[in-house]
């Protein structure tokens, strides 16, 4: 099996491609809101490194969020476009679990929502059993929870074969919708 897996969501650009039981490609780029530049560039290095075409991949998986706004909708686009166009299955896993899948233990994984808030969620990596669910919380609330590791959205290492075998396939690729878990700022303004 050939899978590519893509996060945009944090402030690392995430792409691996698995081929089978090994990893070809793996690159984590630390962004300056410039995820949207990366992103084709190291897709297109990772199949060239591969010696593969787009179209000899099996899926594509994604971290659909939460995130960034921007940031978020960068792996969402070019998965479903590469999907939809070339006819890949393509499955999703939250950007928080992607994060805490190279963790073992009970992990908290954050991303910085701003105002003293995260994305964040509290998960049993051992058991896989979600101890806080997906929300936005503050981080008075988030050190309520005894944990033994915790991940960050500028620090974290992923294992691909976990978000392989933790994804979920994606009947309507082109109805994905990122997962954002509150509004833009410019929909709060609406009001």
């Known amino acids: 099996m050939k899978a590519l897996i893509l996060d945009s969501s944090t402030k690392l650009l995430y792409v691996c491609l698995v081929w089978d039981d090994r990893i070809v490609y793996e690159k984590y780029t630390e ?23 787009t179209s ?12 960034s706004y921007t940031g978020v909708r960068m792996a969402v686009t070019v998965g479903k476009m ?8 393509l499955y999703v896993i939250s950007t928080l679990r992607l994060m805490s899948s190279g963790k073992a233990g009970i992990c908290r994984a954050a991303i910085d ?6 994305f964040s969620c509290v998960l049993n990596m051992d058991t896989d059993e979600m101890i806080l669910n997906e929300g936005l919380y503050s981080y008075d609330e988030l050190n309520q929870y005894a944990c033994d590791c915790e991940v960050r959205d500028d620090a974290f290492t992923v294992n691909p074969f976990y978000c392989i075998n933790h994804s979920s396939l994606v009947s309507e690729p ?12 410019a929909e709060r303004k609406l009001v």
């Open 31 to 53: 962004g300056k809101n410039d995820h949207a530049k990366n992103i084709v560039y190291q897709v297109d290095e990772a199949l060239k490194q591969a010696k593969l075409e």
């Open 56 to 67: 000899d991949l099996d899926r594509i998986v994604i971290g659909y969020g939460p995130g």
């Open 82 to 89: 590469m999907a939809v166009f070339k006819r890949i299955p």
């Open 113 to 118: 929502a701003r105002r003293g808030n995260a």
């Open 174 to 185: 082109h109805l994905l919708v990122p997962n954002y878990l509150r509004e833009t700022e």
